[in-house]
């Protein structure tokens, strides 16, 4: 078990690949050239994953289970963008995790986020029972 009020932060320059423009797929599609929300939650995910490495045995990983998100503002192409996860409280198998991103601008983001550890080899066997047959 972690700690109460631990914190892992990882920053990550916003690329190309990270623009919500980047998403783009069907004739007429325009997003801007900031960072998406997909990326930013990625980035709040490897913070919570990051603070729960020292939680996490062999051949087990985390994963995420539910995320409540507000991205308050736009990050530019190039920018410097940071995420803060604190761990907050274990409710059930539910690691749950308080998290704040910001930018050189201030806050960008929060969001509350909450993980599981799993064996690995059970999760992927699960996905592997759901692909389609032809």
């Known amino acids: 078990m972690i700690e109460r009020g631990r914190a892992a932060t990882l920053t990550h320059t916003v690329t190309s690949a990270d623009l919500a423009s ?10 801007p050239d900031v960072l998406s929300t997909p990326a930013l939650l990625s980035l709040i995910e490897r913070a919570c ?22 991205h ?4 530019p192409l190039g920018a410097e963008v940071s995420a ?32 599981a550890i799993v064996e690995r080899s059970a ?4 996905a592997a029972k759901r692909r389609r047959t032809e």
């Not at 980047?22 to 997003?31: C, I």
């Not at 308050?72 to 990050?75: D, E, G, V």
């Open 22 to 31: 980047a998403h783009a797929q069907g004739a007429g599609e325009r997003y």
């Open 49 to 70: 994953a990051e603070t729960l490495r020292d939680a996490v045995g062999d051949g087990q990983l985390s994963v995420g289970v539910t995320t409540h998100l507000n």
């Open 72 to 75: 308050l503002a736009p990050t």
């Open 84 to 115: 803060t996860a604190t761990f907050r409280d274990l409710e059930g198998a539910l690691y749950w995790f308080d998290i704040v991103a910001s930018d050189a601008g201030g806050p960008v983001g929060t969001a509350s986020h909450a993980r």
């Open 123 to 126: 999760i992927e066997a699960r």
